[in-house]
Structures are given as C-alpha cells and as structure tokens.
C-alpha cells in the first residue's frame, strides 16, 4: 500500500509539474507568428483561438479590445511580416511575457503602414490552452532616439 501511495503522489507530481510548465521559446513564438499569420491572412476563426474574450491591446492609436482587432483585421492590408529579437520569459506557472520586432510591410485604409515595430504580448493558460490576454506594439524610431518613458 506503501508503495502505491508513493507511486500516486510521484505520478501526481510529474503530472502537475507537466502542466504548469510553461512553453518553450520556439513554442510561444510559434503562437505569436500564428496570431499574426491569422490576421494578414484575415482568417478571424484561427485568430480568435489564439486571443482571450478579454484581450487588451495598446498602440499609438489608442487601446482596443478584441471586436476593434477584428475590425482593423479587415481594413488591413498585410503583404509579409518578420520576426526579429525575439524573447521570452515567466516567473509563474501560467504566465508567459513575450518582446519582438516585427518588420511589416502593408497598409491600413490605404495608409502606408510598413516599418519595424516593437512589439510585446502577455499569455495566460487557461483550460489547457494559452490565450495571449495582452499585446502592445508602436512603431520603432530611428537609431539615436528614445522614446522610453521612465518606470514609477
């Protein structure tokens, strides 16, 4: 009885460190390179699986929810992207905080919206699956300017 008591709690364990351990670098950015596959592509089913009903998004433009990330989807028009710098890192178990350049080349409306962006998302598991609840992105300035707003 000894030893299948010990086998459960060993099992229990391996089965609850394999949960909460959190994706590897090239998964996560796997998941990020599909969020935005999905939205050059404008495919808003595959998008909405990779996003929280909840997400919330800041930009230059001002912050959006996930129905205003739906509607731009359809107003963009995103020949390629490419990924650049990108990293990872979590202190919690279902918790993951990711940064990027992306270079874009595109247009929004007929706007010209091609460059570099600095970019950074924040996945949360949730039933199993990893949802990013936050995304940030502005527009990279050139060399020699900061642009960083001191922390409090």
Request: proline fraction near 3%; include cysteine; charge should be neutral.
């Amino acid at each position: 009885m000894k030893k299948q008591i010990t086998y459960a709690v060993a099992a229990l364990v391996v089965a609850t460190a394999a949960y909460a351990a959190t994706p590897d670098k090239a998964a996560i950015m796997a998941k990020e390179k599909a969020a935005w596959q999905a939205f050059k592509d404008k495919n808003a089913d595959d998008f909405k699986k990779l996003l929280d009903k909840d997400l919330r998004c800041v930009y230059a433009e001002g912050l959006q929810n996930l129905q205003n990330q739906l509607d731009d989807m359809k107003k963009w028009d995103m020949k390629s992207f490419t990924f650049s710098d990108f990293d990872s890192f979590s202190d919690e178990p279902d918790v993951i905080v990711t940064t990027y350049k992306v270079s874009v080349e595109g247009t929004i409306d007929g706007k010209e919206m091609s460059g570099t962006y600095n970019c950074g998302s924040v996945w949360k598991k949730e039933k199993g699956a990893g949802l990013a609840i936050f995304h940030a992105s502005s527009k990279a300035e050139a060399a020699g300017s900061s642009g960083a707003i001191p922390s409090p």
